[in-house]
């Protein structure tokens, strides 16, 4: 199973990129809002990949986290959902969108996507609410990037430049929605119940920090007198 690729792009299209790994030529499948992400022709890229295996087929197809690559295997997972549609509905809503509209119940978010009727859309949100609550904890900020053990071969020579001071590492992500959804379940709420109630808190501008969106979540769970 090829689970990761990094290399050159050569060429990239709408639904689609040309990667080249040590002088082999991958052509990854890619939503189109992953593809609108990515470096332009002569860059380093990487991308997390899931291989589509069929008797007479093997195409592969890339995310640019772990989230929209797990949210593409739930998808297929529904009848009537194949990589096509799948690709469709990532790249109208984004991995995270794809959260809020399934917690939510949002059928019509997920009909909004290419080829994607309200039956199969009603289908796809009943039959992952339940899993949605599992995606969002993985947290959104698992992206794949470059690491230096990634060895990647130009397209072409490049004029070497003076050295310049490395620049400091990137503070990490803190994904508050995932951390809230876990303070949430560890309180005893459904993870259903607590992920509704997070999405919703998360629309709050002044929700800018796990506290704040755990008390925000906690009033809307609160019972209604």
Excluded at 114 to 125: D, M, S, T
């Amino acid at each position: 199973m090829i689970g990761r690729l990094a290399g050159i792009i050569l060429h990239r299209g709408m639904d689609q990129v040309l990667l080249d790994v040590r002088g082999v030529g991958y052509i990854v499948h890619v939503s189109s809002r992953t593809a609108a992400s990515l470096p332009p022709v002569g860059e380093a890229c990487a991308l997390y990949t899931d291989l589509l295996v069929r008797e007479d087929l093997l195409q592969l197809f890339g995310f640019s986290t772990l989230v929209e690559k797990e949210w593409h295997r739930l998808l297929t997972s529904v009848q009537g959902i194949g990589a096509k549609a799948s690709l469709a509905i990532l790249g109208t809503l984004g991995a995270e969108g794809v959260s809020r509209a399934i917690t939510l119940g949002d059928w019509a978010a997920v009909k909004a996507a290419p080829g994607v009727g309200p039956k199969l859309a009603q289908r796809v949100v009943l039959e992952l609410k339940e899993k949605a609550p599992s995606v969002m904890a993985m947290g959104a900020g698992l992206t794949v990037d470059l690491t230096p053990g990634d060895e990647v071969i130009e397209a072409a020579p490049k004029p070497r430049r003076p050295a310049a001071a490395a620049a400091p590492a990137p503070a990490p992500q803190v994904n508050f929605q995932a951390e809230a959804l876990s303070a949430l379940t560890n309180l005893g709420y459904s993870p259903s119940d607590a992920a509704s109630a997070v999405t919703r808190a998360a629309d709050d501008p002044a929700s800018v920090d796990t506290a704040k969106l755990i008390r925000a979540a906690l009033r809307l769970l609160a019972p209604k007198s």
